[in-house]
């Protein structure tokens, strides 16, 4: 294999297995999963919102619509959430009871 500015010339099907292997290998680590097992994006769309917190596209549309819920942000027409927002947004909806203190 040799590299020629952004041009890689390949001389066997072997380097060329190699080469997928090793991009394959660093996408991974881009995206690597925290103890939990989930992605550790800091802007979430409403589908990952749903998949991770299990609250609804349709009813972040109607918190947006009524103009409750966690704060969002907007690129265009696009909405996602941060993270620490929503941890924080379910974090404040949390009820203390007396079994929980023992």
């Known amino acids: 294999m040799k590299v020629e500015g952004n041009t890689i010339i390949i001389s066997s099907p072997d380097e060329l297995f190699s080469l997928i292997t090793e991009a394959v290998r660093a996408a991974r680590c ?53 993270r620490a927002a929503l941890e924080e947004y379910i974090a404040a909806g949390r009820i203390q009871t007396s079994d929980s203190i023992r």
Request: charged content about 30%.
């Open 30 to 82: 881009e995206h690597a999963e925290d103890a939990s097992g989930s992605p550790r994006k800091k802007l979430l769309a409403p589908k990952d919102v749903e998949r991770e917190f299990g609250i609804h596209q349709k009813t972040l549309a109607y918190w947006r619509q009524e103009g409750v819920g966690p704060a969002y942000t907007n690129c265009g027409r696009r909405v996602f959430y941060e």
